[in-house]
């Protein structure tokens, strides 16, 4: 990756990747080195000599960003100039500076890491030739010694754009704080994604509540945030496949900010909120928070990597569709050659509606349990410890089969673990099929309907909203709704 990008640049405002092998993970962080404005007369012959003229001042100086270039055009040709002409001068004279700027760190053993959407790699150690290199020395990335890999101008590169304090000294500098300083936005949208796993794997977790709510504490001296998570955690105790499935589920539950708490969860406390993800009030920004679980999850994955195993058998990809909350993890062992039917490649379209595509009939359960989340939602959740955990108990037999197939024919053992992940992933749409139709059946109308014995007829019941939304009804109508003497 870090040959690539120097080769053929990188156009992009950042991106984290967890990259991991049966032996080890590690967190690389990655960042475009953006664009410069190069003030070139060579490029201005057929503007005009008013423009040229404008701009002689600023031949061969290079800009770093559209406000400094505007800031500078503006003292050489005045503020009406830089209006009219500014940003097509940009357009003209701007281009991408090839290359990137990244860090990566080795997660140690016998610790948890995340990320979500937020630069989280701080300080670094600097190249010592041992544990950490730079790009010049990536002939020894192959070292099971380091634990610290960089591009060789990250910091360099820095100083040069004027993003650091000339007093933060090498050894201080963080890449993060540099390159994506965490904002309010950063900590309350997305560090705290990252916390609510790392709460539920270590109970110290407490006295960074106050920093992913967005209220960030700053070092005088660097100017970095001086409150943020660690990169890494040691958890209490070992963590499952199904830990980590879980880890993608949570909507804050048992905090604060718990989304099933406040008016926005309607009657029956959904924790979700429809986008956009700020809204204004009387000139006041306010937010809708964002959980990890979400509505508009394309496909989410656990990927398990088992060094004990050959590499045919030991990676199992378990792949899920829709909201991670709401959906299944299956099971499709890595050398699988193809996918099942129902999650095909082609099987369905975004404005298409097929009702045995995977991700359709994930929809469907999900946005019917968004209408009644809090009676729904155990039902849903029963159906996944029923496939999940049958899924990881039918595991071992798995495994075991194939590698008896594996001692004299790979083919076969392959063809084997490809046909158990397609059967099993088209078997789960059939089983989610069937969950949708039990919950419509039972909760159609806005009426709970459940079995009377024999009788054809079921027993009805009609539940209500509950008195805390009967209140707000209240407090919002006032007596309009007042009912003057009997009902009936």
Known sequence: MAELVEKYGYYSSGESF??????????????????????????????????????KSLAGKTFYSDEKFLQALENAAGKEFAQENGKRLIGLLEKGVKGAVWVAMRIPDGMVSGHANQARITTFPLENGRTSISSKNLDKIFDPSVECVYAH????????????????????????DTYAPVSFGGARFCEIRVWTMFNKVNGGMNKYWEYVKGNIEHDPVTGYASNRMPLWIKPEKKISVRDVMDFMRDHLEGTELDMRLDLGAGPYGNPYRWRPLTFMVDGQEYLNERATA????????????????????????WFSVDDAALTVYYPV??????????FARGYGKMMEFKDDAAFWVFNQVSNFVYTRYSDMQPEVRQMQDKLELSY??????????????????????????????????????????????????????????????NKQNPKVKQPGYGEKWNRKIVEDTGDKLKVKGSSH
């Open 18 to 55: 967890s990259i991991a092998d049966a032996n080890e993970a590690w967190i690389l962080e990655m960042i475009g080195k953006g664009k410069e404005i190069r003030v070139d007369m060579k490029l201005l012959t057929k503007e005009g000599k008013n423009i040229q003229k404008a701009l």
């Open 153 to 176: 101008d990250v910091i360099s590169f820095a100083r040069q754009r004027g993003y650091i304090k000339p007093e933060v000294t090498d050894e201080k500098f963080s890449f993060s």
């Open 294 to 317: 979400t509505q508009q999850t394309g496909f989410s994955f656990v990927a398990q990597m088992r060094s004990w195993l050959p590499r045919e058998i030991g990676g199992i990809f």
């Open 333 to 342: 062992y890595c050398s699988s050659t193809r996918a099942a039917d129902k």
């Open 392 to 453: 990881i108990d039918f595991t071992p037999s798995v495994d075991a089969y194939a590698l008896k197939l594996y001692e004299t024919d790979k083919a076969k053992a392959v063809e084997f673990l490809t046909q158990y992940s397609v059967n099993t992933g088209n078997n789960l749409v059939m089983e989610w099929k069937n969950l949708y139709a039990y919950l419509f059946t039972k909760y159609m109308d806005g009426n709970i309907k459940v079995k009377d014995g």
